[in-house]
C-alpha cells in the first residue's frame, strides 16, 4: 500500500517536473543559445526515467511528454511522443546493459539519445513535409545540440543520481546482478 | 570522498562558466571586444573611482571638513527626493512601454489598412532546432482560421498553420517547410523562397527564370499566387546571388525583413483585399 502510494506521488512529482522543464525549455533556452541553438532538456529527462524507472514508466511518459509538447507547439502531432517513447525504451535497454554509475556512460547514452530522437523525427518531417533534406547543416545542428546536451549533463549530474537512485528504489524491484561478479 | 565531492563541485562550475562563455560568444556579433572591455573595467574602476574620490578630497579639503550635521541632513533630503524620483521614473517606464506597444499597433494598422486585421503577442516559441514555429495570443474565438496571413511592421511573418480557442500556431516563413511564391519587386519575376537550417534570418530564393536580371538589394514580396499570402507583402531584401555552373540551378539568399528573434507583435490578416 506504502509502495504503491509512493510510485503515485512519484508519478505526480515527474509530470510536475516535466512542465517545470516546459517552461525551462521555452522561456530560457529559446534565448540561452549556443550560436542559436537550443539543448533539448525532455531527451535528457525522458531518457532519466526510461534508465531509473524502467521501460514502462519511460515510454509511457515520452510518449504523453511527446505527445503534449506536439499539441502545444509541434507541426505534426504524434512524432515527438513516438521518439520519446523510443527514448524510454532505449533508457531500459541501456540499463540492463551499461552500469549508470559513470559519467561517462551516462553523457555517451545522451549523445546517442539525442542523435536518435533528432534524426528520427528530422527524416519524418522531411518525408512528411516533403521538405529539402540538408544533411550537412542539420549535422552541425545536430552536433552543437548534442555537446550543449552533455554540458547540462555534467552540469546536473549529482541531481541525476540522487533522482535516478530514488526512482530506482520506488520503481525497480532490487536483484543480484550476477554479471559484475 | 571529502576530495571528489569537492573535485565534483568545482567541475560543475568550470562547467557552467564555460557554457555561460560559450552562450555569450556565439550570441554576440562583433562587439566581443566591448564586451571584454567592460569585464576588465569592473575590476579596476570601482578601485579607481576610489583613489579619484580620496584625491578630490585632499586636494579639497576645506569642504571635506565641513559641518557634517548639515551635510547628514541634507543626505536624507536628497535621499528622499531620489526615491521619490526613483517612483515616478519607474510609472514612466510603464507608461513607455505601453506608449511603445500601443505605437507598434497603430502603425502596423496605418501600413496595412487596406486589410481587415486583427493585433497579437507572439507567446510561445519553437523548442526545437530544426523548425520555426510561433504561437500567438489569438484563436477561433477572436475569429482566426487555418491559412491566415501573419504579418509584422516590417513585412510578412507566416501563416495560421493550426487553432485553438484562445491561441493559434504559425509557420514562419523561416521555417524549412515553408515555401512562398514571390515576386522580385524590380523585374516582377516570380521566384520561390525557402526557409533553411543553415540561418534563420535568411530565405533561400529558387526558380529563378534564367533571363531574370537578379541584383544584390532587390525587394522580395509575395506574388499573391498559391491562395494563402496576398500580393504586394514585403518579405525581404536579396543580400547575395550565388550563380552555379548551370544557371537554372542558379539561388540567391533573401535577407527577412522581419526579425525572428526578437518578433513579440503580429497582425493576423483576416479578409484580403480581393475580398
Redesign the interface.
Given at each position: 500500500m506504502v509502495k504503491k502510494l509512493r510510485k503515485v506521488i512519484s508519478i505526480i512529482v515527474l509530470i510536475i517536473t516535466f512542465f517545470l522543464l516546459y517552461f525551462v525549455?521555452?522561456n530560457f533556452?529559446?534565448w540561452?543559445?549556443?550560436?542559436?541553438?537550443?539543448p533539448?532538456l525532455f531527451i535528457i529527462y525522458v531518457l532519466m526515467i526510461g534508465l531509473f524507472a524502467g521501460k514502462k514508466l519511460g515510454i509511457i511518459l515520452g510518449i504523453i511528454f511527446g505527445f503534449y509538447?506536439d499539441v502545444?507547439?509541434?507541426?505534426q502531432i504524434g512524432i515527438s511522443g513516438i521518439m520519446l517513447g523510443i527514448v524510454g525504451v532505449i533508457g531500459e535497454l541501456l540499463d540492463k546493459n551499461f552500469s549508470k554509475e559513470s559519467r561517462v556512460t551516462i553523457m555517451l547514452m545522451i549523445a546517442s539519445c539525442t542523435a536518435i530522437y533528432?534524426i528520427g523525427?528530422?527524416l519524418f518531417?522531411v518525408i512528411t513535409?516533403?521538405?529539402?533534406l540538408?544533411i550537412i547543416?542539420?549535422i552541425k545542428?545536430l552536433l552543437v545540440?548534442i555537446i550543449y546536451n552533455l554540458?547540462?549533463t555534467?552540469?546536473i549530474?549529482?541531481l541525476i543520481q540522487k533522482a535516478g537512485h530514488a526512482l530506482e528504489d520506488t520503481f525497480k524491484t532490487k536483484k543480484i546482478l550476477t554479471r559484475y561478479f | 570522498m571529502y576530495k571528489n565531492k569537492k573535485k565534483?563541485i568545482i567541475?560543475?562550475i568550470i562547467?557552467?562558466i564555460?557554457?555561460v562563455l560559450?552562450?555569450i560568444f556565439?550570441?554576440t556579433n562583433g562587439n566581443q571586444m566591448s564586451y571584454i572591455e567592460n569585464i576588465c573595467n569592473v575590476f579596476v574602476m570601482p578601485v579607481q573611482n576610489g583613489f579619484a574620490y580620496l584625491k578630490n578630497k585632499i586636494t579639497g579639503n576645506d569642504s571635506f571638513f565641513a559641518d557634517l550635521d548639515t551635510l547628514k541632513q541634507e543626505n536624507e533630503e536628497l535621499k528622499q527626493k531620489n526615491s521619490e524620483l526613483e517612483q515616478s521614473l519607474r510609472e514612466l517606464e510603464i507608461i513607455k512601454a505601453e506608449n511603445e506597444t500601443l505605437k507598434e499597433y497603430v502603425n502596423l494598422k496605418d501600413k496595412y489598412k487596406d486589410y481587415s486585421t486583427i493585433p497579437a503577442d507572439v507567446i510561445?516559441?519553437?523548442?526545437?532546432?530544426?523548425?520555426s514555429?510561433i504561437?500567438i495570443n489569438v484563436g477561433s474565438n477572436d475569429g482566426i482560421k487555418e491559412n491566415m496571413t501573419v504579418i509584422a511592421d516590417s513585412g510578412l511573418v507566416g501563416h495560421v498553420?493550426s487553432v485553438s480557442s484562445n491561441t493559434a500556431?504559425v509557420?514562419t516563413i523561416v521555417d524549412?517547410?515553408s515555401a512562398v511564391t514571390s515576386t522580385i519587386s524590380t523585374t516582377d519575376d516570380t521566384i520561390i523562397v525557402?526557409g533553411?537550417?543553415?540561418d534563420?534570418a535568411t530565405l533561400r530564393a529558387t526558380f529563378i527564370p534564367t533571363d531574370a536580371v537578379v541584383l544584390q538589394g532587390d525587394s522580395v514580396e509575395t506574388s499573391g499566387i498559391g491562395g494563402i499570402y496576398p500580393k504586394g507583402i514585403h518579405i525581404g531584401t536579396i543580400k547575395e546571388v550565388v550563380n552555379t555552373s548551370n544557371i537554372t540551378d542558379r539561388y540567391a539568399i533573401v535577407e527577412t525583413a522581419v526579425n525572428f528573434?526578437k518578433l513579440n507583435t503580429v497582425l493576423v490578416i483576416t479578409n484580403s483585399v480581393s475580398e
Open positions: 525549455q521555452s533556452f529559446t540561452f543559445t549556443i550560436g542559436g541553438i537550443q533539448n509538447i502545444i507547439i509541434g507541426r533528432e523525427c528530422y518531417n513535409l516533403e521538405m529539402n540538408e547543416a542539420f545542428i545540440e554540458i547540462i555534467i552540469i549530474y549529482p | 565534483g567541475g560543475i562547467t557552467i564555460i557554457l560559450l552562450v556565439t550570441n510561445n516559441r519553437d523548442i526545437s532546432n530544426y523548425s514555429t504561437v498553420i500556431q509557420q524549412t517547410a525557402q533553411t537550417l543553415d534563420k528573434t
